[in-house]
């Protein structure tokens, strides 16, 4: 038995406990690497969280060689110039990129000149949902690289899903692991949903641990249904051949007057402004529609937030109800607060937006 710790991002990290038939069978996803013993491989994860812990496994399995950093030059320093320079100097064909760093890189004031990595061949990552234009952009960077892994999973519950992304890749939709189930419920009701309509994603996964939780036997039987489904909390959709898409928690979800908006979905627009560094929309208080949208945005230097939110009004169709996705309110911030392992803390990034506005 061997215990690893949730990152966070929804409350206090818990712990999770692994039995060493499923700490085994988390060794598929090092096929996801296409690694080999010639293989350098950077992961600046912590060895407390499962992600960190791949680097273990990739040495277990293909005796590849292993390179690590704490975690908080990368997450909370946001080191660019630290990180590519090992990456270059010790010939790294392998990384493990996050959102944060990803986000970093692309607005890095030489990152085209400083990321001549010419060893650099694979890129995994995942976390967070991911932006396919950023990857792109990212691709761009890299000229090398044969493609950008993502994997969609958790430490609760295993490895589920995955993508390989290349400049031809014009979907989102990822292929479920070897081995898992996936279904798409209504969160409300628990009933399956048809394919292509949003729900709460359910796995079966032989990695998961009937006694999940270390010394919460109660949080353990909660996790799971009657059937042995575990409800992960995340929104997604299925299509008949079974490709996942991942649009968010069900957390997140916003519910504007008789409509549940996906943050994911109006993120994705943002994206495509040039001034925008990075975007967290959250659901915040109203009187009349229960909750409308906050756009919490980081801008580039040049960026000016009541210009971005003309560019919203004309990029957002008012829909059948009168109303566009378009935020009500827009705030800037310098820095979104990350969890220990680098993901955005949108409960907190929520509070504060609350605080700013007084509600």
């Not at 892994?149 to 890749?169: E, F, K, M, N, R």
């Not at 929104?235 to 007057?257: C, E, H, N, Y």
């Not at 627009?269 to 040039?274: D, I």
Request: hydrophobic share 40%; proline share 4%; net charge negative.
């Amino acid at each position: 038995m061997c215990v690893f710790f949730t990152s966070g991002s929804t409350g206090k990290p818990k712990g999770i406990q692994l039995t060493h038939n499923a700490y085994i069978n988390w060794a598929r996803m090092e096929e996801a690497s296409y690694a080999s013993a010639d293989s350098v491989f950077f992961n600046d994860r912590p060895m407390t969280w499962i992600g960190g812990h791949q680097l273990i496994l990739g040495m277990a399995l293909y005796g590849t060689t292993a390179l690590t950093v704490n975690s908080s030059m990368v997450v909370a320093e946001g080191e660019v110039d630290f990180v590519l320079t090992i990456l270059n100097r010790e010939s790294v064909t392998h990384t493990a990129m996050m959102h944060y760093f990803i986000v970093d890189l692309l607005n890095y004031s030489d990152a085209v000149s400083f990321c001549q990595v010419p060893s650099l061949r694979y890129i995994l990552t995942g976390g967070q949902m991911m932006d396919r234009d950023q990857l792109k952009r990212l691709l761009a960077l890299f000229p090398n690289i044969k493609h950008i892994t993502i994997g969609y999973g958790s430490t609760d519950a295993g490895p589920i899903a995955l993508q390989d992304v290349t400049h031809d890749t014009n979907s989102d939709k990822m292929q479920v692991t070897y081995g898992v189930e996936v279904k798409i419920v209504e969160p409300d009701t628990n009933r399956d949903v048809p394919p292509g309509s949003a729900g709460e994603i359910c796995v079966r996964n032989p990695l998961i641990y009937h006694c999940l939780y270390v010394d919460n036997q109660a949080a353990s039987q909660a996790a799971f249904d009657e059937a042995g489904w575990f409800h992960t909390g995340d929104i997604g959709t299925m299509t008949t051949d079974g490709q996942l898409s991942v649009s968010g928690r069900k957390d997140d979800m916003i519910k504007r007057a008789t409509i549940k908006v996906f943050p994911a979905e109006v993120e994705a627009v943002f994206a495509q402004h040039p001034a925008v560094k990075d975007v967290i929309v959250v659901g915040v208080p109203d009187i009349r529609l229960r909750e409308e949208l906050c756009a919490c945005v980081i801008m580039e230097s040049s960026g000016d937030v009541a210009e971005l939110e003309r560019w919203c009004k004309e990029k957002f169709s008012v829909g059948p109800d009168g109303l566009s996705l378009a935020p009500k309110y827009y705030l800037q911030f310098e820095e979104f607060p990350l969890t220990g392992t680098g993901k955005t803390q949108r409960k907190t990034i929520r509070q504060k937006a609350m605080e700013k506005l007084k509600l």
